[in-house]
């Protein structure tokens, strides 16, 4: 590469040495919060005081759904242009002169320099899967206003955060896994815990996301067939920005959306041909072993040619579907019809889950909020992918605003429906018998407000979708689809769209979820790689360019998510509802170990000043999940404690009983007490390892202290500064100054090997 000199250097632009000559590696900006800026903080504010205000001063059984959407916009915006630059300046330090892994461990699959907004898609993809969209939905039972707090409070002191500096903490150690660095900052008796921890959360987490997917896409062949041509169409895309039109991502993306919506389009028709729909209609069983392949595949296949452009793709479809129910919420302006607080979140007897608002909210709400998963994601693919540090704010932090806000929209979703109709479709088919006539039965001794709902309008809303049911439709998506199918046939007003509307939506899940699951298959991969090779003997399993190992290790962790799913997809009790509370646990027990890795790092760079913005969300998260363990594990109530519950069932198996409860066989007994005691096996265990992995972060920060005090700089991980060459804008997009820079140098951003 031949760069010419161009004219004197100048304060604002950084230069590195390339071939003898000086080229730009970086433009600083002239103020920290421009202009343009803050006239947007300003609108945001005064947004987010309107829409704060009224939810704070109304008094009534309903209010317009609109304001949740002033007050959650209006506070992401702030949250991202003040918080996360506080954090950027003074915990992060972003160097854009320094090399990431994408760029000095470049191996054209694990690490790969890849465009900001390919990347952008591709973290927000990763991240937002069954989360955002199921957690909203079920603890809508506890009313919109507890909800709407820990989402867009949550996400901006806790998650966000979370994701941002985990993000940073792996970037600056070649993309380690977040057991592996848990264990280099912690020492080996935390790193084992820790190890252990990620990867058997990660196999639940996986396992619970993909049993969504089932739910969703169970007996429909239009949603089948629009997800299975997702994955042809991201091949093509891959191939098409590696070999075809190289950096045309903007072409590219045309081109898949275009493809997409046809499949969309398609699948309707498909679905409406006799041998489509016989092709394409899957059961349940059918539909965990296809998934359980596809995340084989995907997990070895090279990031860029199935991965990235898949989420990509899958990105555009996700914010275009939510940016169209925002508008329409907007235009629309429904009435919630929950009230802000329910007697559920008081008594702890909801149908949907049961537990008080404290803490089972807070887990319940996990990925939209605070989700220890994320930190899988930024401690996995993203930071092998990054380009620049400068880029970590917008990802890390602006990918899980994003994601919030789409945990809002969920949250609408369910709160503007009928409430009747609401604990139809969420309540489990035990209670409900899984009939018109049994659901409204039961919704009847609720004594809800209101008229109660009968069997047939259950029947009529149900052929409004083009659904044979909608009764016990679990799992948050086809809530979240109805909704959205009424908000949007409101709004167009055209009554026969509606099953487009819910279809199309329910895909739009579906996708949405399916990403999260190849890409935490890779990740799983990682961690288990790590974690047989640090067997003696077994060694040669970290290095990832051993593809005998990688397959061997794929395939483990598939097989392990892979039992879970078929558990949940067969369990009498109702999967979803008996597996989503450890889900959500295990879920926030991983976030609080990520947290305590990024208080070490921190502490260790003596940033005492700081390190009150990881130690607070830290100290919230232990108190619920910790919380939430105990009740779990030693609750006498069988609607709660695993244990109490299998307690229950196994006893009727002793009395030879061949009903049950929810258990119609003697088969379907003895699978409740299966199950039940794994997942209170499995709830000890997080507890536990997690307790161990906080212990050592509390050696590690004492440690830390004693030997700063003693004039000692204390050791970590962080690799070696490597000098970057590529030139590339610090934001998502070029601003006109760095535009400037490159043109007077006779340069573009492509020319240095960047996007």
Request: net charge neutral; glycine share 10%; charged share 15%.
């Amino acid at each position: 590469m031949s760069i010419k000199t161009g004219p004197e250097p100048r304060s604002d632009i950084e230069f590195v040495e390339v071939d003898g000559q000086a080229q730009p590696i970086d433009v600083k900006p002239k103020k920290l919060i421009s202009n343009v800026e803050k006239v947007i903080i300003l609108i945001a504010a005064i947004a987010a005081a309107a829409g704060w205000g009224v939810l704070a001063l109304h008094r009534g059984e309903t209010i317009n759904s609109v304001w949740l959407v002033f007050a959650a916009v209006g506070s992401y915006i702030i949250g991202y242009t003040l918080y996360a630059r506080l954090i950027e300046y003074k915990v992060v330090k972003p160097r854009n002169n320094r090399a990431t892994p994408a760029e000095y461990a470049n191996d054209g699959k694990d690490f790969l320099p890849t465009d900001r907004r390919v990347l952008f898609g591709h973290h927000f993809a990763a991240i937002a899967g069954a989360g955002p969209l199921v957690g909203p939905v079920m603890a809508a039972q506890m009313g919109y206003l507890p909800g709407t707090l820990w989402i867009v409070l949550g996400v901006i002191f806790a998650g966000a955060v979370q994701d941002y500096l985990v993000l940073w903490v792996s970037t600056r150690r070649k993309g380690r896994s977040l057991g592996q660095m848990i264990s280099d900052e912690m020492g080996k008796v935390g790193g084992a815990a820790g190890i252990l921890a990620t990867i058997a959360i990660m196999i639940i987490i996986i396992a619970v996301l993909a049993l969504i997917v089932v739910n969703a896409l169970a007996d429909s062949p239009w949603g089948v067939f629009s997800i299975t041509m997702t994955i042809p169409i991201a091949l093509f895309m891959g191939l098409y920005l590696r070999y075809i039109r190289p950096g045309k991502v903007t072409e590219v993306s045309v081109i898949g959306v275009i493809l997409l919506l046809a499949a969309i389009i398609g699948g309707g028709y498909v679905s409406g041909t006799e041998l489509g729909a016989s092709m394409f209609t899957w059961s349940k069983e059918t539909l965990a072993f296809a998934i359980i392949g596809y995340g084989l595949v995907a997990a070895i296949l090279p990031v860029w040619l199935l991965l990235a452009p898949r989420d990509y793709l899958s990105t555009f479809m996700k914010i275009g579907v939510i940016a169209l129910l925002a508008i329409a919420i907007v235009i629309e302006r429904p009435e919630v019809h929950m009230p802000a607080v329910t007697s559920f979140a008081v008594n702890g007897n909801g149908p949907v889950f049961s537990g008080n608002l404290f803490p089972f909210l807070f887990i319940t709400i996990a990925c939209g909020a605070l989700s220890g998963f994320h930190a899988l994601i930024s401690s996995g693919t993203t930071p092998k992918l990054i380009e620049k540090e400068s880029h970590m704010r917008a990802i890390g932090y602006g990918g899980m605003i994003m994601e919030s806000f789409v945990a809002v929209m969920a949250l609408i979703s369910a709160v503007v429906i009928d409430r009747h109709m609401y604990f139809a479709m969420n309540s489990p088919a035990a209670k409900t018998l899984g009939t018109p006539e049994g659901a409204a039965d039961f919704v009847a001794t609720l004594h809800l407000p209101g008229a109660d709902i009968t069997a047939d309008q259950l029947a009529a809303a149900a052929q409004a979708v083009g659904e044979e049911t909608i009764v016990s439709r679990t799992g948050g998506a086809p809530t979240l689809a109805y909704g959205m199918s009424q908000i949007m046939t409101e709004m167009l007003g055209n009554p026969a769209m509606q099953a487009f509307w819910y279809h199309f939506a329910i895909m739009f899940e579906a996708l949405f979820i399916l990403t999260t699951v190849d890409a935490g298959t890779r990740v799983a991969r990682f961690m288990m790689s790590d974690s047989l090779g640090a067997i003696p003997g077994l060694g040669k399993f970290r290095d990832q360019s051993w593809k005998l190992g990688t397959y061997l290790s794929t395939f483990l962790v598939c097989a392990l998510w892979g039992a879970i799913l078929i558990m949940g997809v067969t369990d009498p009790l109702g999967g979803i509802n008996v597996l989503f509370p450890l889900f959500g646990i295990a879920n926030q027990l991983l976030a609080a170990m990520a947290l305590a890795l990024v208080l070490v790092v921190v502490i260790k760079k003596g940033m005492y000043k700081w390190a009150w913005i990881p130690a607070i969300p830290l100290a919230w998260d232990l108190i619920v999940t910790m919380t939430a363990s105990w009740q779990k594990i030693f609750s006498s109530d069988a609607s709660i404690g695993y244990w109490a519950n299998h307690a229950k069932y196994k006893e009727a198996a002793a009395r030879g009983l061949t009903e049950f409860g929810s258990a119609k066989s003697v088969e379907e007994i003895d699978a409740v007490v299966r199950n039940t005691f794994i997942q209170g096996c499995l709830s000890i265990l997080f507890a536990v390892l997690v307790l161990v992995v906080i212990g050592a972060a509390i050696v590690a920060c004492a440690k830390a202290l004693q030997q700063r005090s003693a004039g000692i700089e204390p050791a970590d991980s962080e690799t070696e500064f490597i000098p970057s060459k590529l030139f590339l804008p610090r934001g998502l997009m070029p601003t006109k100054r760095e535009k400037e820079v490159a043109a007077e140098y006779n340069m573009t951003f492509e020319e240095t090997g960047g996007h």
